[in-house]
């Protein structure tokens, strides 16, 4: 997750995020470490490298509710709302994983004709 969300799911400065990061002896607050392990356990079931694309799209609106991020920088998190949210954006999350390994696997040659042979089969496949 970008430090960015984390200070907005944390409601806390970015410095202070950077803080936590680069400090043993600085931990967060209690309010902030609660909300935190909360947004933990509402993803606790997703893929691996799934949180950052979700901090993508969590921009996005659904059906008239909150979008991920009204959720999750509320001032006291709904996490059922939030975990709906989670819900209807996983398929666009898990289709951007797959495209991200099919990059990932292609991605042998570095010259600008295998980029874009890379890019294409990725959008191919985006498509099915």
């Excluded at 997750?1 to 806390?12: F, R, T, W, Y």
């Excluded at 400065?13 to 600085?26: F, P």
């Excluded at 935190?36 to 993508?56: H, M, N, P, T, W």
């Excluded at 951007?96 to 991605?107: I, P």
Aim: with cysteine.
């Amino acid at each position: 997750m970008p430090i960015s969300a984390i200070a907005e799911v944390g409601l806390v400065e970015r410095r202070e995020v950077y803080s936590w990061l680069q400090s043993d002896a600085y931990a967060p607050k209690q309010a902030a470490l609660e909300r935190l392990l909360l947004v933990k356990q509402i993803f606790s079931d997703e893929a691996d490298g799934a949180l950052r694309l979700y901090c993508r799209v969590w921009n996005r609106r659904m059906s008239g509710k909150p979008t991920l991020k009204e959720a999750l920088t509320s001032a006291d998190i709904d996490a059922d709302l939030a975990r709906e949210a989670v819900s209807a954006l996983r398929h666009a999350v898990t289709k951007e994983l797959g495209r991200e390994k099919l990059r990932k696997d292609k991605a042998v040659c570095v010259s600008p004709a295998s980029h874009l042979t890379i890019d294409l089969e990725a959008c191919a496949a985006r498509d099915e």
